[in-house]
């Protein structure tokens, strides 16, 4: 079955450290990955996306992310967080071209420590 | 700035009462979105449209019905709300599937409340 596993639910960071939120996935074909943003109350924005090509993409907002196909993970990183990073963030996968159904993880909220 | 519009912001309704919650996009996309998301919970896939090709997710419950008169516009109905649908409802469109074309953009949701 597909699935996205976020195995941290809460993650807290102080100002200025680097961060990784861990995402890993189920999916029987070539997934198609992304990475959302969700503040309090408003909808998700889009941080960056893999479809193929380079492993390493790069993102809004200084994010980026790696996808390891040998792992099943594409985790997000960011080299210095902002207070303003502080959000709930969400994988997910995708991929049929039959279908634009996206399976999204639990979520990871984060809050900045200042 | 083109933009996945959704109104209103919050909705607040009695147990059973119908409610219809409204979306509009300026981007012209084929595909438009509805998701459930309850508190601190994943959003959850509940129907899209490929233009006016409706297509319902297989566990959505029937008190769920969708519209999409035009290109622009997708309306969400809830025929008798029940308590348990009290959740964010968010509308996001898409100009297509597969790669490239299946990256979605979100609208800011409507926080629907039943008393």
């Known amino acids: 079955a597909q699935s996205v596993t976020q195995p941290d639910i809460h993650i807290t960071v102080s100002e200025g450290a680097s961060l990784e939120l861990r995402c890993n996935y189920s999916y029987g074909a070539t997934p198609y990955l992304f990475w959302y943003v969700q503040s309090p109350g408003q909808g998700l924005q889009l941080l960056l996306k893999y479809f193929s090509g380079d492993t390493l993409v790069q993102g809004i907002k200084g994010f980026e992310a790696e996808f390891k196909r040998s792992q099943s993970s594409f985790n997000l990183r960011k080299p210095s967080v902002h207070w303003s990073d502080a959000a709930e963030y969400f994988c997910?996968?995708?991929?049929?071209?039959?279908?634009?159904?996206?399976?999204f993880g639990q979520g990871t909220t984060l809050q900045v420590k200042p | 700035d083109a933009m996945v519009i959704q109104n209103p912001r919050y909705q607040v309704t009695q147990f059973g009462k119908p409610v219809t919650l409204s979306c509009s996009q300026t981007l012209n996309h084929n595909v438009m979105y509805w998701y459930q998301q309850k508190s601190s919970q994943a959003p959850k896939l509940l129907f899209h449209y490929y233009d006016k090709d409706f297509n319902n997710e297989a566990d959505t419950p029937d008190n769920f019905q969708s519209r999409r008169p035009n290109t622009s516009f997708c309306f969400l109905d809830i025929r008798s709300p029940g308590l348990g649908d009290a959740a964010m409802y968010l509308c996001?469109?898409?100009?297509?599937?597969?790669?490239?074309?299946?990256?979605?953009?979100f609208g800011p949701g409507t926080r629907l409340t039943v008393l």
């Open positions: 997910a996968v995708g991929g049929s071209s039959n279908t634009g159904k996206l399976i």
């Open positions: 996001a469109t898409s100009r297509g599937f597969g790669p490239t074309y299946n990256e979605q953009f």
